[in-house]
């Protein structure tokens, strides 16, 4: 799916652009840009906004107004409402930085750019081929699998309150 998000959910960007969703944000947007922009390229709007959601509401607009307070509650929310995976595929995933897809690179093609252990323990990697940056499923992915497994835990509470 294509998004554009307000200023105040850049965490919730990356988590979209990690799960394979295309995107676009920025603190700079005002108001009527991110209208403007979510029309042109027919993406839906995010926002915590309620005056902004009221006016794409009014011009007709695919908007979602974002109330969880956790990272975990809102991916539910917007995983419910358009029926997302919770589910990363490094294979579909954007830059969680830029939102440019990320490309499968050999390791050996990166060795500069890496940490001695990090090079010698982890064998795949993706590069950002907008950004530069290079990503693997080191220790952090605990917590990343850790917040989608919360995540996949509220919406079925939000299933099971319909």
């Known amino acids: 799916m294509k998004f554009i998000a307000d200023g105040m959910l850049g965490k919730l960007s990356r988590w979209l652009r990690m799960l394979g969703h295309d995107v676009i944000y920025s603190v700079a947007f005002d108001a009527s840009e991110l209208l403007e922009l979510a029309k042109k ?6 926002t915590k906004n309620l005056e902004l959601y009221k006016r794409a509401i009014g011009k007709g607009m695919d908007t979602y107004y974002v109330e969880g307070k956790t990272e975990s509650e809102r991916l539910a929310e917007i995983a419910k409402r358009y029926g997302l995976l919770l589910i ?5 995933s954007h830059c969680p930085i830029c939102n440019t897809q990320l490309k499968p690179s050999p390791k050996e093609q990166l060795q500069a750019g890496l940490e001695k252990n990090t090079f ?8 950002c081929t907008n950004c530069g940056q290079i990503y ?6 605990t917590q990343i699998y850790a917040t989608l497994d919360q995540a996949q835990i509220e919406r079925q509470k939000l299933e099971e309150k319909n």
Not at 41 to 46: F, K, M, P, Q, S
């Open 41 to 46: 390229e027919e993406r839906v709007l995010l």
């Open 88 to 92: 990363v595929d490094m294979d579909k």
């Open 120 to 127: 010698t323990y982890y064998d795949k990697f993706w590069k």
């Open 136 to 141: 693997w499923q080191g220790a952090h992915w």
